[in-house]
């Protein structure tokens, strides 16, 4: 079966984690590190942008960011069990965090957890169109509620679900045309995982 990239559907915005909540000087060092992962990740030190993070982790390990970070470069680096850990760690201390829902869900859709993978995804669609509804219409929520409902799409077609598939791609190719050629493939009765 065709495998979409991770990078067309989920695109991994490692946020500069500076703001924190941390006592005696750790903030500085937060955001140190997180400086320095970004720069490693942007360099494309995967590796070093790793450890970077888990370093963050071990100076904060309440910070949700710090753990999300952690999943979506695990999940970069195509270790999915390891990057659904982190992301479990990131949803249990952030559980509004829609990003953290989307990680897992890419993560589970990669060791082909379907069930779960539809789960996580779904919940994540249900944060960002709440924001939706709240009237927030940015170019940032519809391409994350666009990669979502790709994402759904493929766990969708992982249980067989061809219609549910069908209608999460029509409505990630609406909010974001990059999804118009995944569309197009399904359509045609191509598969992606």
């Known amino acids: 079966m065709e495998q ?3 990078q067309a559907l989920q ?3 490692i946020p500069e984690l500076a703001r924190t909540e941390a006592a005696d000087g750790d903030a500085e060092r937060f955001a ?9 990740a942007g360099m494309g030190d995967r590796d070093g942008a790793l450890a970077e993070a888990e370093a963050m982790i071990k100076l904060q390990p309440w910070n949700a960011d710090a753990h999300l970070y952690k999943a979506q470069l695990l999940n970069q680096a195509r270790r999915f069990a390891e990057a659904e850990a982190a992301a479990r760690e990131a949803i ?11 990680a897992a869900g890419w993560a589970g859709l990669h060791q082909r957890k379907f069930a779960q993978a ?3 995804i779904t919940q994540a669609i249900q944060l960002l169109e709440a924001r939706r ?10 391409n994350a509620l666009a ?13 067989g679900q061809r219609e549910k598939m069908l209608a999460d791609l029509e ?17 045609a009765g191509k598969t992606h995982f």
């Open 92 to 102: 249990r201390l952030a559980p509004q965090n829609a990003e953290a829902w989307k």
């Open 147 to 159: 990669s979502a409902y790709a994402m759904r799409a493929f766990a969708y077609e992982g249980l």
């Open 118 to 120: 539809e789960k996580d």
């Open 32 to 40: 140190a590190l997180s400086r320095g992962a970004g720069t490693k």
């Open 171 to 187: 409505k990630a190719a609406a909010l974001d045309a990059k999804y118009m050629g995944h569309l197009a493939r399904a359509r």
């Open 133 to 142: 509804a709240a009237g927030e219409d940015t170019l940032e929520l519809r």
């Open 11 to 13: 695109q991994f915005a």
């Open 4 to 6: 979409a990239s991770p």
